[in-house]
């Protein structure tokens, strides 16, 4: 239904009446010939020492500002009108959606749903989008029968975590949840990310359909095993294979999760040959461009001839050409640290959604001219000759 804009955001603020029932508020977006500072906001209820606050979580591509503020502060119209053009509203027994049309209007639709309420805490660690014992940590062996998180594996618990929490806040809110959504795990090893990836999708309404792929049969076996044991075999299959001669298949999500060395490149390529719309791999150890760094350009010899320097130079090296070539590809992306480093040194994450955009011929210089510097050839280039070869002529 289109109506004034002032009206619909009137409407959507009524809403707020009773604050514990929002899950989550989310704002984002931008209006026609507006730049709103913040890219998206985020709001939910916390329970503070002082009672209910709403949790503002500001994101402006690169870092997260959080700020708590009173119940009645909080004003929908005045931080939307700063320039945006969606706002979603999820309460538990309804999703509201506010879009800014072309002429200033809204369109608003609102539809029933019955959801839990949300997590209060105001504690986000400790707030985990799917409890330790949840089925599939208990079968994953990640906790014990009992649901108590195994400390052995509370690192995995908690990078798995953290990457559901980028994932949720990846997702397009404007998808249609009843469109199956095809997540591929390249690189899926015991399955713990593929299993609770899938769970958490599927909790939030997402007709999924998972593959994890790892090259180690006795890992395929043991995944099967487990998912007809969770009755999930109808939804999350593995194939046994190297990421590199997996066929062609469609996929609208890929992850990937410490895929050892080029193993994350064989990822990334796999998803830039198949189209898939929103890339996340945290890659693993780093060997393939360390190896090729024979002569440093002038200075760098400066911090190359420490051998540690030298092998996390190669690091940043490849994680950064690994973006700029997604970026000449045609995909928005970031380099995150997506778990602190306490759970992993292996903590940053590739994050790139596919827009078509052009590549820039600014980009285009600088990939060409530190490979040249460097006289590398990096394996995703190798991978992604075809594709590149249009682009970087
Ligand atoms: C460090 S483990 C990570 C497993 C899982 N993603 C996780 O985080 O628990 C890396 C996995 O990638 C698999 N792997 C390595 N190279 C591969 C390749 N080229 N193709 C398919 N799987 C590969 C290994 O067998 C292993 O299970």
């Not at 790892?214 to 076996?221: G, I, K, V």
């Amino acid at each position: 239904m289109i109506e004034n804009l002032d009206k619909a955001l009137a409407r959507a603020q009524e809403t707020l009446m009773k604050p514990d029932s929002i899950r989550r508020i989310c704002i984002s977006g931008k209006a026609k010939g507006k730049k709103p500072e913040q890219v998206r906001i985020d709001i939910r209820p916390v329970f503070l020492k002082a009672g209910l606050h709403w949790q503002v979580v500001s994101h402006d591509g690169k870092r997260d500002t959080t700020k708590n503020i009173a119940l009645n502060e909080l004003s929908l119209a005045k931080i939307f009108q700063v320039g945006y053009a969606n706002l979603l509203i999820e309460s538990t027994s309804q999703e509201i959606n506010l879009r800014l049309t072309k002429s200033g209007d809204a369109q608003f639709t609102s539809k029933r749903v019955e959801l839990e309420a949300a997590e209060l805490s105001h504690d986000r660690s400790k707030h985990r989008l799917l409890s330790s014992d949840d089925e599939i940590f208990i079968e994953l062996g990640i906790s014990d029968h009992n649901g108590k998180l195994k400390p052995s594996k509370s690192d995995k618990f908690i990078q798995v975590q953290e990457f559901l929490n980028i994932l949720s806040h990846s997702l397009d809110e404007k998808r249609d949840k009843s469109q199956a959504l095809r997540v591929i795990d390249l690189g899926c090893g015991h399955a713990y990310l593929t299993l609770a990836a899938h769970k958490y999708l599927s909790k939030q309404g997402y007709k999924v359909k998972t593959l994890g792929i790892d090259e180690r049969q006795d890992s395929r076996e043991r995944n099967i095993a487990l998912v007809e044991k969770l009755k999930l075999s109808e939804e999350i299959s593995f194939q046994a294979t190297k990421i590199a001669q997996l066929e062609s298949s469609k996929a609208d999500i890929a992850i990937a999760l410490h895929a050892c060395d080029t193993a994350s490149d064989d990822a990334i390529s796999w998803a830039v040959k198949n189209r898939v719309e929103m890339i996340l791999v945290a890659p693993c150890c780093h060997h393939d461009i360390q190896r090729q760094m024979k002569d440093s350009p002038a200075p760098w010899n400066i911090a190359t001839k420490h051998g540690i320097i030298n092998q996390r130079v190669g690091d940043i090296l490849t994680d950064s050409i690994r973006a700029a070539v997604l970026k000449i590809l045609g995909y928005r992306t970031d380099i995150i640290e997506f778990v602190a480093g306490e759970h992993t040194p292996r903590n940053l994450m590739i994050r790139a959604f596919k827009t078509g955009a052009q590549a820039q011929p600014g980009d285009i210089a600088e990939l060409k001219q530190i490979i040249a510097q460097w006289k590398i050839e990096p394996a995703l280039m190798v991978r992604l000759k075809d594709e590149l070869s249009v682009r970087l002529g």
